[in-house]
T-cell receptor, first 114, second 117 residues
Framework: AQSVTQPDIHITVSEGASLELRCNYS??????LFWYVQSPGQGLQLLLK??????LVQGIKGFEAEFKRSQSSFNLRKPSVHWSDAAEYFC????????????FGKGTTLSVSS | GAVVSQHPSWVICKSGTSVKIECRSL??????MFWYRQFPKQSLMLMAT?????????EQGVEKDKFLINHASLTLSTLTVTSAHPEDSSFYIC?????????????FGPGTRLTVL
């Protein structure tokens, strides 16, 4: 069965420092991979997605993620964190099959210190 | 494009009443819609998959008689929480599936916060 693991429950980063949020997945084939961000009380905002092709994916708000098949990972990175990036981040996996839902990791809470 | 709306965005109701939440795909047709539930500080858990014109498929542990799902058209799915109780208080999020090219992609609504008193 598919699964998504986000090993870090909570991360604190200084403003201006770099960020990497980890995501590992378990699936027999190459899944579709997503990163979402959620601010308190808000819905999900898609940061970026990977379907195929270039394994380094650029997203919104200066985020990028790299798909590494050998490590079954899809880590999210940002070179310089802003205070407004403080939020909950979810990694999700989907199948290349119509009518199938996404499976979400448990999320990583990002705090930004000044 | 690919906008999904939910209504209401928040609702407070008394215990024992029923609440209906609507999920609409505004600019595309969604053969499949999904309903997720999110408890505070937790991840999204899939409740059910809704296909237009057919019965919803519920995940294990989700009571289909309590969470009624209707997908009457390609742009509208509704979730009705029947005889709501405080433990049903949660954030409910829908998503609509669309075939972006040949890729199965989903678009999420903004969520509905339900508080049962």
């Amino acid at each position: 069965a598919q699964s998504v693991t986000q090993p870090d429950i909570h991360i604190t980063v200084s403003e201006g420092a770099s960020l990497e949020l980890r995501c590992n997945y378990s699936y027999g084939a190459t899944p579709y991979l997503f990163w979402y961000v959620q601010s308190p009380g808000q819905g999900l905002q898609l940061l970026l997605k990977y379907f195929s092709g270039d394994t380094l994916v650029q997203g919104i708000k200066g985020f990028e993620a790299e798909f590494k098949r050998s490590q079954s990972s899809f880590n999210l990175r940002k070179p310089s964190v802003h205070w407004s990036d403080a939020a909950e981040y979810f990694c999700a996996v989907g199948l290349n099959q119509a009518g199938t839902a996404l499976i979400f990791g448990k999320g990583t809470t990002l705090s930004v210190s000044s | 494009g690919a906008v999904v709306s939910q209504h209401p965005s928040w609702v407070i109701c008394k215990s024992g009443t029923s609440v209906k939440i609507e999920c609409r795909s505004l600019d595309f047709q969604a053969t499949t819609m999904f309903w997720y539930r999110q408890f505070p500080k937790q991840s999204l858990m899939l409740m059910a998959t809704s296909n237009e014109g057919s019965k919803a498929t519920y995940e294990q542990g989700v009571e289909k008689d309590k969470f009624l799902i209707n997908h009457a058209s390609l742009t509208l799915s509704t979730l009705t929480v029947t005889s709501a109780h405080p433990e049903d208080s949660s954030f409910y999020i829908c998503s609509a599936g669309a075939l972006a090219g040949r890729v199965n992609e989903q678009f999420f609504g903004p969520g509905t916060r339900l508080t049962v008193l």
